[in-house]
């Protein structure tokens, strides 16, 4: 079974930026999807960008040319790198992965606020 653990969170200015790591640790090599939700009070969880095994990434339209999800396989790490930070960023981040013939998984989430 596959476990995702999210660091990196925080509190930014507008305008700032933070990375969030999100470190997956048991199944590993039967990861093929990887993803990063957001939630923030009185919304709905929504995904912010994914990244497929075979390195095709997709963003969602609010944060594209802002945010970059990469991978590094020999850290078992998928990170978000987020740049020029609204306050409409504020949320919980949630790490999220699919793999092969197991329930999907998240991660505990981690806090974002992005304010001055």
């Known amino acids: 079974q596959v476990h995702l653990v999210e660091s990196g969170g925080g509190l930014v200015q507008p305008g700032g930026s933070l990375r969030l790591s999100c470190a997956a640790s048991?199944?590993?090599?039967?990861?093929?999807?990887t993803a990063w939700y957001r939630q923030a009070p009185g919304n709905q969880r929504e995904r912010v960008a994914a990244i497929m095994r075979s390195g095709y990434a997709d963003y969602e339209d609010s944060v594209k040319g802002r945010f970059t999800i990469s991978r590094d396989d020999a850290k078992d790490t998928v990170y978000l790198q987020m740049n020029s930070l609204k306050s409409e960023d504020t949320a919980v981040y949630y790490c999220y992965c699919q793999a092969t013939a197991q329930s999907p998984v998240w991660g505990q989430g981690t806090q974002v606020t992005v304010s001055s």
């Open positions: 048991g199944s590993v090599d039967s990861i093929y999807y």
